[in-house]
């Protein structure tokens, strides 16, 4: 999958997240979702700098 796709996706779920707290949930679930969206932050960190290094590497 390509790099962009991974971090497009989750982007997309990090507003929906937000969106969904907001308006349905009223926001009683902030610290949930701001957990998961660290986390995923987190995630998509780690996975864009593996992908950098490896096409670092690649040019070397």
Do not use: C
């Amino acid at each position: 999958m390509k790099t962009y796709h991974v971090l497009f996706s989750i982007i997309l779920l990090l507003h929906t997240m937000t969106l969904i707290n907001v308006t349905f949930l009223d926001g009683g679930w902030n610290g949930i979702v701001m957990w998961l969206s660290t986390v995923l932050f987190l995630i998509a960190v780690l996975f864009f700098s593996t992908e950098f290094r490896a096409e670092r590497r690649q040019k070397s």
